[in-house]
Every structure is written in structure tokens, then in C-alpha cells.
């Protein structure tokens, strides 16, 4: 009776075999430890091109300016997911993703229109929207710019992360492509971002699904209507965070925008001062830390760096917060609450004071 059941059991295994073993050769580094790597977008894709006309450049001032940036740390086993950071790279962000087991990338991709550009915004309101889809997908979705493909942030990624799966095969990179290599697994990705990375970042997960979506400082666009959009990417699966003196805060951009995100549907605003984590499993939190009342500092204190604040032994009061925006299971989810009628939706009038 037991050989049917033996000869089941050993088919089984010689199935699982193939992936069994591609599951270990991820995790074998002869030397693990923190990598960083970079390369020029130029030279990863020979399609990518400058764009004078919004501010966007390959060389500034005799430099490269489209230097990407990647940190996976072997040591750490992996999580199987990818940050895409929106911003400048930030070292010290990057360390704490790959601690956590992600692989974290950051992307040169064309995003220089947003001085330039916002001025001319008028009533259309999905103006800046639409450019920023544009920069986000490479689709035609904008009048005002022409952002191909080769310089979007989707395509950007996909070159990094196969340029990264050769040069890197010990960060394991490769399962975050299609087995064509010719897209991402978008499921095992987070978008994220502060401010502008931030605002871009919503806008491309309402239209691509993506794993997670991490808003410091943001999103903003106040004037604009793409926030309520149907989303592609579940509204549980947005987390933000702000600091109270930050501008987009007082003037009501970043509560706006939540709500419109439908973040409300899972949790209350948590100080996160206040409350530990898992922060009542909310997906807004918010931090009122001492900056020296410099609203500038407060707006760039959600992140690693210069501006995060520290305790008197020098650690960053936010470690925990950090983590919970990037591991935290995006099905624990808070009590849904109202909306706040104290948050303004239509800032086209004239702003009052944040109480």
C-alpha cells in the first residue's frame, strides 16, 4: 500500500525540484554583505534622451546627471520585493529598505518639468496629473509634454533591474522580471517617494497595480482631481506620512489628498508620537517632532537624513515608523472613519489655518 503512495510523493518532489533549487540559488552569496551599485541610464539603454525643453538632462555642467542607484544586502534573507524611489537617491533610506530584505532601486527618469511647467496648470485639473502619468508610463496622456517610453520611470526600471540581474546576479534581481524579461512583476513592487516622488508615485499606482505605494511629504497637486480616480492599486495598500508643520499639511494638500485616496476607509490620523506601532494599523500618520518650528525642516524630517529628528543618544525617533510604512501586511487594516470637514477638498479658494 505504501509504494503508489512513495511513487506519488517522489514525482512530487522531482517537480518541486527546479523551483526548490532556484529558491536556494537566490539566497547564495559566497561573500554576502550590503551592495551598491550604479550606472548611467544612458549607457544601460542607448533610447534614453535628454529633454531641454522641461529641464531634464543626461550631463549637467560637464557631470553625469542620470546616474541610477541600486542596494540589495545578501546578509538579510529577501522579502521578494522592489522599492522604486522617486527622488534623489538617499543612502541611508536604501540601507534601512535592504535591512528589511528589500531590493531598492532609484531611477533618472524625467521628471524636470514640475517648475517649469505647474505655472500653466490654469483650470485644467488633471493638468499636472497627466504629466506626471506621462513621466511615470512613457503613455501619451499629456499636451503639454512628449515623455517617451525610454524615459518614463516604467521603462527605467525594467533596464535597471535587468542591467542589475547581470551585473548583480548575487542580489537575485531577476525575480522581479517577467520570464521574458520584458516587464517588471509589478505585484512585487513599492512605489515611493517624498514630495514630488511622492505625488508621482500615487498618480502611476492609480494606473499600473503595484504591491505598495509609500507618500512621504505628499501627495500634492491640491488643485487637481486625479487623487479620487478609480485606482488600480487598492486604497489599503497606500501609506503616508507627514510631518503637521510641513506646508502641505497646514495648507490641507496632503489631508486632501488622503481622503481622496480613500485612506480614510482604513484608520484615523495617528500621531505617531503618540501611538506605537503597529499604529492602529492606519494608513495615515502623521508626526508633530520638535524641527525648530522650521516648516522647511519638518517637510523633508519624514525621511532618513540631515532633517529626521533624533533622541538625545543620537537615534532616529522614527525607526519604527519607517518600517511599518514599508513591511507592515497590507491586509491588517484600521477601523474606517469619516471624513474630516475641517479638510477642505477644494483649495481654489482662499487657504484658512490648519488647526
Partial sequence: ???PF???A????FLAAPALAQKSS???DSSPKLYTLSARASEIDPRVKAHPEINFFLEKDGKPADIERAAVDTRVPSEGRLVIWLMGYNQELAERCTSYGLNFIQVHYANGWFAKLSPQAGDDDQFLGNIRLEAATGKDVSKAVEIPRP?????????FVKYLAKKNPQGHWDQFLTPDKKDLLWDKVTLAGSSHGSTTSARFAKDQRVDRVVLFCGPRDQLEVWQALPSATPANRYFAFSHILDGGWTGDHYCRSWE???LHEYGPIIDVDQVSAPYQNSRRLITGADVGGNAKRAHSSVVPGRSAVKDAKGHYIHEDVWKY?????VAEVGEKTAEDP???KDLRTPAASKK
Fill in 1 to 3: 500500500m505504501l509504494k
Fill in 26 to 28: 537566490a539566497k547564495r
Fill in 151 to 159: 524615459d518614463s520611470v516604467a521603462e527605467r526600471a525594467i533596464q
Fill in 6 to 8: 512513495l511513487s506519488v
Fill in 342 to 344: 475641517s479638510c477642505r
Fill in 10 to 13: 517522489l514525482l512530487m518532489t
Fill in 260 to 262: 481622496m485616496l480613500g
Fill in 325 to 329: 510604512l514599508f513591511m507592515h501586511p
